[in-house]
């Protein structure tokens, strides 16, 4: 049995966990990390690709941006297709911002390697974890690590564990409203050391469904299809995969397919899901641990920053003023910003993907906003200004 003590216990070392750490060291605030997988687990698991304005500030502002800023592809645009026909949004033009191509891997990475010389510690492989306490003034969590027990006191607990964690189950159900809506298809992705067929990343719909070009760097390709969600990965030979995206990306893409061993390929559901409230008592939850959208407009990662840059703002707040008052406002912020980005998440889907029970009609009414879209500065703006983010 070991005893220790922090200020604010962080679970789960994903984005939101990281980004908060490190913001919440840079003010002096005493944090300590508690991660249930080993560090070449976290660092090697292949997720999100496209950062948004508020993620890479966030990056700009602790200083750890010198790679990323020599290595992320700046985008002023990308696509969506249907069939032959393929609309370009000029997000620069639309809304004078950009967004960039960096994997979630490099950028927890990163986090991850500056933790030492900004004294922020994490812990890898702390099992069993559990939360005590959390509507007193006295929380704590205990969790096993090489065998000992370790019970951390501290002021406050940031839930980022994910959508799996412990951190939202520690909340009563009587205080919880959950909504959640659930896609009948999965995606299934491949990375790949080939160079990318498009410049820019291409969302294309057809009567086979809905596919993805997307990439890492001008060598690395991330490709995704939509698949039912009884498909394993077994189903999906590497060669079945690849004749697949050359039929859906080589009529319209510059400079077509390029084949290549996968580095990984893997299946992800899609969904759709909120769980207000975010703070019980000392517990305040961020990122998956409190909504999930599908990666159709790629708000996940970013969303999870979103709420880690005004959830650091209120801890900041509660320290400085000693005032519980500061982090009031934190659910109210971040769900007006996570409402928003589940409506782009949930319309773009809708728009893009094929549906089961979809008939000739909706098919048409897909096919008919793209052509409505192709035509309309008002309805590319808007689509543009939500896939750069909405302001925080
Ligand atoms: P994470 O990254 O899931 O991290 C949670 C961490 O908590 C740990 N954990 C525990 N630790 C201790 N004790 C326990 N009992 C624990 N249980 C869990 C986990 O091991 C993990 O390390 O959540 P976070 O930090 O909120 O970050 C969220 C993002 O990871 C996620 O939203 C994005 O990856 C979503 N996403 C995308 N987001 C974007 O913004 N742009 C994209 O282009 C994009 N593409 C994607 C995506 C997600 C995908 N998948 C696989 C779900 C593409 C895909 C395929
Ligand atoms: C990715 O590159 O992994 C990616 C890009 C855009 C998305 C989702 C995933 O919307």
Not at 171 to 183: G, N, Q, T
């Amino acid at each position: 049995m070991s005893a220790r003590r922090t200020q604010v216990a962080i679970i789960g070392s994903g984005p939101a966990g990281l980004l908060l750490g490190h913001l919440l060291k840079a003010e002096g605030i005493d944090c300590i990390v508690l991660e249930r997988q080993t560090r070449e687990h976290v660092e090697s698991r292949i997720r999100a690709g496209v950062l948004e304005t508020v993620t890479t500030d966030l990056m700009h502002r602790l200083g750890l941006d010198e790679r990323m800023n020599r290595e992320a592809m700046v985008e002023d645009g990308f696509n969506l297709a249907d069939g032959d026909m393929l609309v370009r949004i000029d997000i620069k033009a639309l809304t004078g911002k950009t967004v960039v191509v960096y994997g979630q891997t490099e950028l927890t990475r990163d986090l991850i390697a500056a933790a030492p010389q900004r004294e922020l510690e994490i812990v890898f492989e702390a099992q069993d974890l559990a939360l005590h306490d959390v509507d007193s003034d006295q929380p704590s969590v205990t969790y096993t690590k090489d065998g000992v027990v370790t019970t951390l006191a501290c002021d406050l607990i940031a839930g980022c564990d994910g959508f799996h964690g412990p951190s939202r189950r520690a909340i009563p159900a009587h205080l919880v409203r959950e909504y959640m809506h659930e896609y009948p298809f999965g995606w299934l992705g491949i990375l790949a050391d080939v160079p990318p067929c498009h410049d820019e990343l291409i969302y294309a719909n057809g009567p086979r469904g809905f596919a993805l070009a997307s990439m890492r760097s001008t060598t690395r390709s991330r490709y995704y299809i939509q698949v039912p969600l009884t498909e394993r990965i077994e189903d999906w030979p590497e060669d079945r995969l690849w004749d697949e995206l050359e039929g859906r990306f080589n009529g319209i893409s510059q400079h077509g397919v390029t084949r290549g061993p996968a580095l990984e390929m893997s299946i992800a559901p899609l969904r759709s899901y909120v769980f207000e409230t975010m703070r019980h008592g000392r517990l305040f939850l961020a990122g998956d641990a409190a909504h999930i959208v599908p990666p159709t407009g790629a708000k996940g990662l970013n969303l999870a920053a979103s709420d880690v840059h005004y959830l650091s703002d209120a801890i900041i707040g509660f320290y400085r003023r000693q005032d519980e008052q500061a982090m009031l406002g934190y659910q109210a912020k971040a769900l007006s910003r996570i409402w928003k980005a589940e409506r782009f998440s949930w319309s773009l889907t809708k728009l893009m993907h094929s549906f089961p029970d979809q008939g000739p009609f909706e098919r048409r009414m897909q096919m008919a906003e793209l052509d409505y879209l192709s035509r309309s500065p008002a309805m590319q703006t808007a689509i543009a200004e939500n896939y750069v983010g909405l302001p925080v």
